[in-house]
Structures are given as C-alpha cells and as structure tokens.
C-alpha cells in the first residue's frame, strides 16, 4: 500500500515536471492567437461603437458579429493548422494551453450570442461577462507557463469587467477595445518577440 502510494506520488511529481519543463519552451503558439483575435474584435467593437454613435447601419450590427466571429474562428483554426504543421513536436504544455483556449473561445461563444438571444442578459454586458472568462483563461495559462506578467492580466481584466457592470451603457465597447489592445494585442507582441529570440538560440 505505502509502495503503491509513493509511485503514485511520483508519478505525479512527474508529471508536473514534465508539465512545467514543456511550458517554458512553450508560449501559447508563439502570442499570434493573442494578436489576431485582440486586433480583429477591437476593430468590431470600434466599428459596433461608431454605428451607434453616428445612427448609421445600426440593424446591421447583429450582422457584423454574425459573420465577423464565425469567419476569425475558420481563420484562427487555419492559422493554428500552419503553426502545427510547423512544429517538430506538440508539447503536453501545448496540448493543454490549446485545450484551454479552445474551451475559452467556445464559452465566449455562447456568452456573446446565446445569452443575450435568448434574454439572459442585455447586450450591453456581453463585454464584462467575456472579460470575466478571458481573466479566468490568462490566469490559467499565465500559471500554466510560468508567466507571472500574463498571470497578472487576469486582475486588468476582471477590474475592468467590474467596472463596466457597475456602469453598463455604449462606452463599454471603447473600454474593451481599449482592453483588448492593452491586455491582449500588445502582450501577444511581447510573447511573440520572446518566442523568436528563443527560436533564434535554439537555432544558433
């Protein structure tokens, strides 16, 4: 008994080491995930913003998010493809930071769309309550990539995400915009910058 509960445990220890080894070498796909999906809602939100505020095409705006998400999530899986095939080697790191994300996207999915179709909530708070799962998901993956500065986003985002269902209204569009790019754009630069210096010594 006490035999099988000590290789158990290192077992484990294993695989947490294994976990911890893949996740320095892994940085989320190289922080282009990040940077395509910050640059394409911010733009979406800007556009969604200036519809409302200048009464122009507002019935279209349902539109604008019915096609723009679904067409950046076929464009994401195809960049994703590329980057896999790229690759020598999936990472367990990879695998579960993949994971991760996936399940994220598909939640903010459901909260962008489902929610305020079926009445669960107005449309005006789908930007916290997506802001609420995004703090969720940099934490996770910051914890899982021993990336304390992305760990450390998660307080931004759900600062944020508190501040905009105290006060709901249009500007919460231009606040996540401003979030996305801060929180979002900019550190994926900075992942992608570290995974080509890391890529560069691998190769030197």
Not at 119 to 133: D, L, N, Q, R, T
Request: hydrophobic share 55%; glycine share 8%.
């Amino acid at each position: 008994m006490t035999n099988e509960i000590t290789n158990r445990a290192e077992t484990e220890l294993a695989l947490i080491k294994k976990i911890m080894e893949d996740s320095r070498q892994t940085v989320m796909y190289n922080g282009i995930h990040f940077i395509f999906w910050g640059i394409l809602v911010s733009v979406c939100l800007i556009a969604n913003y200036l519809m409302l505020v200048t009464h122009t095409f507002v019935d279209k705006i349902g539109m604008l998010w019915a096609i723009m998400m679904p067409a950046g999530a076929v464009v994401d899986m195809i960049i994703g493809r590329r980057l896999e095939r790229k690759q020598s080697a999936t990472t367990f790191a990879a695998r579960l930071l993949g994971a991760l994300w996936t399940a994220s996207g598909i939640a903010m999915f459901i909260f962008g769309f489902l929610g305020p179709m079926t009445g669960a909530y107005k449309s005006i708070f789908i930007c916290p309550v997506i802001s609420v799962m995004l703090g969720v998901s940099y934490f996770t993956s910051g914890s899982i990539q021993q990336l304390n500065w992305l760990r450390n986003l998660a307080f931004g985002w759900w600062a944020g995400a508190a501040i905009m269902f105290i006060y709901p209204g249009m500007h919460t569009l231009l606040i996540f915009a401003i979030m996305l790019v801060g929180m979002q754009v900019v550190p994926g630069l900075l992942i992608n910058k570290h995974y080509r210096r890391n890529l560069l010594i691998q190769e030197a």
